[in-house]
């Protein structure tokens, strides 16, 4: 299994920036997919989840309004689409898949992790 994150990079205060999570060697279609972030020497934390067929996502509430999650199951891909970012959005953003469907909320209930992209929100 493979979850290849991409898309994070250096932007300023209130750009917006669109992470992409692409899968490969699992059953996407059936998956729950979730972003978590890390920031440097907190814990890894949940920013949002979606179901495995797209029709239920969550986020966290430092996020909520400003971030939206969403699934290409055709392409086997997830998004994160992120606007009005802020300095403390700053992380390693994660992708994590979880197979029986529903989306992991929490690190331990992730089956498989993507290696990352940094996010840096900077004036």
């Known amino acids: 299994v493979q979850l290849q994150a991409s898309g994070g990079g250096l932007e300023t205060p209130g750009d917006s920036l669109r992470l992409s999570c692409a899968a490969s060697g699992l059953t996407f279609g059936r998956s729950g997919m979730a972003w978590f972030r890390q920031a440097p020497g907190k814990e890894r934390e949940f920013v949002s989840g979606i179901l495995w067929n797209g029709a239920i996502t969550a986020y966290a509430d430092s996020v909520k309004g400003r971030f939206t999650i969403s699934r290409d199951n055709a392409k086997n891909t997830v998004y994160l689409q992120m606007n009005s970012l802020k300095p403390e959005d700053t992380a390693v953003y994660y992708c994590?898949?979880?197979?029986?469907?529903?989306?992991?909320?929490?690190?331990?209930?992730?089956?498989?992790w993507g290696q990352g992209t940094l996010v840096t929100v900077s004036s």
């Open positions: 994590a898949a979880r197979r029986d469907g529903a989306y992991p909320r929490f690190p331990t209930q992730a089956h498989y």
